[in-house]
């Protein structure tokens, strides 16, 4: 069973920065990460994808977040970093992680990180 450990959140005036760590562990059997991404979810709202980092090294961003959000592999093997930089009050959510894995069974699996506030205001 992959966990995924996110850091980083808290609490930053609009205009701010903050960058988020999300660190995978567990069992050796991973054939392939298709994909890495950070999803956020606000009081009340859905769960929208934020950004995604596609083996290969492509990279998605959702319009509301472009110009400002940069997701990357962190220092390590198993980190995505987003950093987050223009930061608006409307960036307040909760951010999840998120993890697209192939098993050397051959047998795909999403998994997900208990999520991190964020919470931005003047």
């Known amino acids: 069973q992959v966990q995924l450990v996110e850091s980083g959140g808290g609490k930053a005036q609009i205009g701010g920065s903050l960058t988020l760590s999300c660190a995978a562990t567990?069992?050796?059997?991973?054939?392939?990460?298709?994909?890495r991404s950070w999803y956020r979810q606000a009081l009340g709202k859905q769960r929208d994808l934020v950004s995604s980092w596609y083996s290969g090294g492509f990279t998605d961003v959702s319009a509301s977040v472009k110009g400002r959000f940069t997701i990357a592999r962190g220092e390590y093997e198993n980190t995505v970093i987003l950093q987050m930089d223009g930061l608006k009050s409307e960036d307040t959510a909760e951010y999840f992680c998120?993890?697209?894995?192939?098993?050397?069974?051959?047998?795909?699996?999403?998994?997900w990180g208990q999520g991190v506030q964020v919470t931005v205001s003047s």
């Open positions: 567990g069992p050796g059997d991973i054939l392939s990460v298709n994909a």
């Open positions: 998120n993890v697209n894995i192939t098993h050397q069974s051959y047998i795909r699996k999403v998994y």
